[in-house]
């Protein structure tokens, strides 16, 4: 398998910026540009996500929430879990894992040439 596939199955399938150390390991740093903001992204959204998943667990073990799913998605969309804080997080993430996929099938054809 040539190194830039492999590269762009890491970044695609594992991480964004892992790729790129893969391919290239003296452009860490570029790497980071990619890995970085996405983690940073990940994290807060998993944060997010947890606090209202520790929430609505709370409120079903209190009794205060039925235990069917179309009221725990109504509570869901009630919580104001769809913020813009999220959605700038969301698409931060998205653009990290498109870009660091392009960004490291433009440097293997670049070596390859």
């Known amino acids: ?21 893969a391919l290239r390991p003296r452009r860490a740093s570029r790497g980071m540009l990619f890995l970085v903001p996405t983690a940073l992204a990940v994290l807060y959204l ?15 073990n209190e009794g205060r929430l039925a235990l069917d ?10 919580s104001g879990i769809d913020n813009p804080a999220t959605n700038l ?6 653009v990290g894992w498109i870009g660091a996929l392009i960004d490291v099938v433009w440097l293997g054809k670049r070596m390859t040439s």
């Open 1 to 21: 398998m040539k190194a830039s596939i492999r590269a762009a199955l890491i970044s695609a399938l594992l991480f964004p910026g892992l790729g790129h150390l």
């Open 69 to 78: 799913p179309f009221a725990i998605l109504d509570r869901v969309h009630a």
């Open 46 to 60: 998993l944060g997010s996500m947890l606090q209202l998943v520790s929430q609505l667990q709370q409120e079903l």
């Open 89 to 94: 997080a969301a698409a931060v993430m998205l």
